[in-house]
């Protein structure tokens, strides 16, 4: 606003507002964005008790799932050895099933031939033991066993060959062991005790049999 002073006038003073036209520039509200770049996982932003406790509710049932993470991976572990186990035996079942097949053909294996007739004779030889025994004869018994060299020890290298799973594995050790106790107890104890010494390696070497899937190639078991 100006004021134009008039002072050659008396006796008064004149003060003329006049208006102006002063250009100003339209002051509008500015809003600064600010940008902020960081990392691309986001930290969320809890603002309530609520949401906070919410969240650290789920800290035990995240827990208890790892926890039954592990003893499903252990669990897993057994399920896998059993499933390879079972794969190892159904393979060798159909190898003695194949191999017989090949024999009623009129053909032969020489290398399942090589394997399997230690076990063949081992049958035949504790089936003539068992009638000895049924007789009564601990003579005759003692000189049979004896004219048979070391059988037990061929046996167990032909099992170790045809055990193809731990369980068939195991079944041999305690039928070896049982064959060595049987030879033992022929030379050096009573009937009765080789009677009961025999059974147990009867017993023992169906049992491996059965489980080494070699039974269907064995006669006289």
């Known amino acids: 606003m100006a004021c134009q002073l008039r002072a050659n006038f008396a006796p008064s003073l004149t003060c003329k507002a006049e208006p102006q036209r002063v250009k100003t520039a339209a002051r509008c509200p500015v809003t600064k964005v600010v940008k902020c770049q960081g990392s691309q996982h986001q930290v969320p932003n ?5 949401q906070v406790l919410s969240i650290a509710s789920l800290a035990p049932a995240f827990l208890a799932l790892r926890a039954n993470a592990l003893i499903d991976f252990e669990e897993d572990d057994e399920l896998l050895a059993k499933v390879r186990a079972d794969r190892a035996k159904r393979a060798q079942a159909e190898r003695i099933s194949e191999e017989l097949y090949v024999k009623e053909a009129g053909f032969s ?6 394997e399997i007739i230690p076990v063949q004779k081992t049958v035949k030889r504790l089936s003539k033991s068992g009638a000895l025994i049924e007789a009564g004869d601990a003579e005759g018994l003692k000189s049979f066993i004896g004219s048979q060299g070391d059988f037990v020890s061929e046996f167990e290298t032909v099992s170790s060959k045809l055990s193809v799973t731990e369980a068939a594995r195991s079944e041999a050790v305690v039928l070896v ?5 049987f030879v033992s107890d022929v030379n050096s104890s009573s009937m009765d005790t080789t009677k009961a010494s025999y059974l147990k390696a009867v017993v023992a070497l169906e049992a491996w049999a059965k489980t080494a899937t070699v039974a269907p190639a064995l006669t006289g078991l």
């Open 109 to 114: 294996n020489k290398k399942f031939d090589k």
């Open 46 to 50: 809890f603002s309530t008790r609520r």
């Open 177 to 181: 062991s049982s064959l060595n106790t």
